[in-house]
């Protein structure tokens, strides 16, 4: 699943970034002795060199920071060469810096890096995109059911369809509901009639909703063409493909029981125990001086104490102390009691606000990761009166502590904040997806949504 997430055009774009900067680097001092008199260095020095493969990585990351795997639509070439030449801009200052301190790297290459990143970047994207084919852009899904009761499954398809999928239709077998769902019928009689459509319109993939099962001619033929390469899902799993999370009110026992047949996670969930305290006791000392000027801005800006402590609820259902910088007055809840977090919310001090935008004021919760209370990487823990609320009116919002409850997760780089029961049903849905598609990959790209997030004061 995490691995159709990264589409084909976002992979071929980083390795043509990865070959533009290696170019670049190898260019930029080529070009120098041009103006010194001395001989061009050879390309393997660079592809070998840690310090320039280390330049290479951070470079491909300056670009995702500036939208630029952002989605399968090329940027116009106006925003494309802005972008570009933002990003190998700052590269080039963070090479001037790193040169003050490390004299032994070329001049060259800082001179001239810039414009050959440039050229190089610019150019191949442009290219790519010219010889791009046009045809596969577009994947083309027709949904096949045979039931009057088929409409929530046609309404999920199409409530999860976006610019890269097409709803062609759907193909009614018997007597169905097809005016209540708004989507064309498509006739095709028996199994010869559905090969044919596949062909003529270029399906790509076939959404099998209720009922489908009722027409064994044509599913016959649904596994025949399935060894063709056509795609065969449901109604669930189409959406969670496409929209990266789960539809709440649509699952039932059963979805969570297939989903989590076969695949047992005890390697993973010992690794990233280890991994989370490893990289929570680096966080810890690195961090130490940004937290001791945290807590300082704290205490003289406003009344009340550094640190915020709160009750949480956590792995299976329990209680935890989770700690925070405190971000809002001492009395925020003195009149009206526990309320949801809001955007401009007058409760939030100045500095307050800088913290949050930064994600400063989590960094004490590394102490709850090191405690076994959370994980670097999970749900975000609510209060226990929201908790009861919402086991109350949300379907399987238990479901969420089944596994430690973390600092970042895939809801809080997707959805940002919840204020409200609507809200909260929304980065369920993502919870879900990231409690059954766990993974070290999954976590990995999570860590990197949020340095993004944090570079550029997305916090909230």
């Known amino acids: 699943m995490i691995g159709r997430m990264?589409?084909?055009?976002?992979?071929?774009?980083?390795?043509?970034?990865?070959?533009?900067?290696?170019?670049?680097?190898?260019?930029?001092?080529?070009?120098?002795?041009?103006?010194?008199?001395?001989?061009?260095?050879?390309?393997?020095?660079?592809?070998?060199?840690?310090?320039?493969?280390?330049?290479?990585?951070?470079?491909?990351?300056?670009?995702?920071?500036?939208?630029?795997?952002?989605?399968?639509?090329?940027?116009?070439?106006?925003?494309?060469?802005?972008?570009?030449?933002?990003?190998?801009?700052?590269?080039?200052?963070?090479?001037?810096?790193?040169?003050?301190?490390?004299?032994?790297?070329?001049?060259?290459?800082?001179?001239?890096?810039?414009?050959?990143?440039?050229?190089?970047?610019?150019?191949?994207?442009?290219?790519?995109?010219?010889?791009?084919?046009?045809?596969?852009?577009?994947?083309?899904?027709?949904?096949?059911?045979?039931?009057?009761?088929?409409?929530?499954?046609?309404?999920?398809?199409?409530?999860?369809?976006?610019?890269?999928?097409?709803?062609?239709?759907?193909?009614?077998?018997?007597?169905?509901d097809v005016n209540a769902a708004a989507i064309s019928v498509i006739p095709i009689g028996d199994a010869a009639g559905l090969r044919a459509l596949v062909e003529r319109e270029n399906i790509n993939e076939i959404v099998l909703a209720s009922g489908w099962e009722q027409q064994p001619g044509i599913v016959r033929e649904l596994i025949r063409l399935s060894y063709r390469g056509l795609l065969l899902s449901d109604a669930i799993t189409y959406y969670e493909k496409v929209r990266s999370k789960l539809p709440c009110e649509h699952?039932?026992?059963?979805?969570?029981l297939f989903s989590h047949m076969g695949r047992p996670r005890l390697l993973y969930s010992k690794l990233k125990r280890l991994l989370d305290i490893g990289v929570a006791a680096v966080v810890l000392v690195l961090s130490l001086p940004i937290s001791l000027v945290a807590a300082m801005l704290v205490k003289l800006t406003s009344k009340g104490p550094i640190f915020f402590t709160q009750e949480r609820v956590g792995l299976d259902g329990e209680g935890f102390t989770l700690i925070k910088f405190r971000t809002m007055r001492q009395d925020a809840e003195a009149e009206d009691g526990p309320q949801w977090a809001r955007r401009d919310d007058p409760r939030i001090t100045p500095i307050g606000k800088v913290l949050r935008k930064t994600r400063i004021d989590e960094l004490p919760q590394i102490l709850n990761v090191l405690k076994g209370d959370m994980s670097l990487i999970g749900p975000r823990p609510e209060r226990p009166v929201f908790v009861e609320q919402f086991e109350r009116e949300i379907p399987y919002y238990s479901e969420r502590h089944a596994i430690r409850p973390g600092i970042t997760g895939w809801a809080q780089v997707n959805q940002g904040y919840a204020a409200g029961t609507e809200e909260t049903k929304e980065k369920l849905s993502y919870d879900l997806f990231y409690l059954k598609n766990q993974s070290l990959t999954l976590d990995l790209m999570i860590a990197f949504m949020t340095a993004k997030r944090m570079l550029r004061a997305g916090g909230q």
């Open 6 to 176: 990264i589409t084909r055009r976002v992979l071929g774009l980083i390795v043509a970034d990865v070959v533009a900067v290696f170019l670049a680097l190898w260019t930029a001092p080529a070009i120098y002795p041009f103006f010194k008199g001395s001989d061009a260095p050879l390309l393997s020095m660079y592809i070998l060199s840690p310090w320039w493969q280390a330049v290479v990585v951070f470079q491909i990351y300056l670009f995702y920071l500036l939208d630029l795997y952002g989605s399968d639509e090329q940027p116009s070439q106006m925003v494309l060469a802005v972008r570009t030449g933002i990003a190998v801009t700052a590269m080039t200052l963070i090479l001037v810096l790193v040169y003050f301190f490390n004299r032994r790297q070329s001049r060259g290459v800082i001179a001239f890096y810039a414009p050959c990143a440039f050229v190089y970047v610019t150019g191949i994207r442009l290219l790519a995109e010219r010889l791009r084919p046009v045809r596969g852009a577009i994947r083309n899904v027709i949904v096949l059911c045979n039931n009057k009761d088929m409409r929530k499954d046609v309404e999920l398809v199409q409530a999860a369809a976006d610019a890269s999928h097409r709803l062609k239709g759907v193909i009614v077998g018997g007597e169905s």
């Open 251 to 256: 699952l039932t026992d059963a979805s969570f």
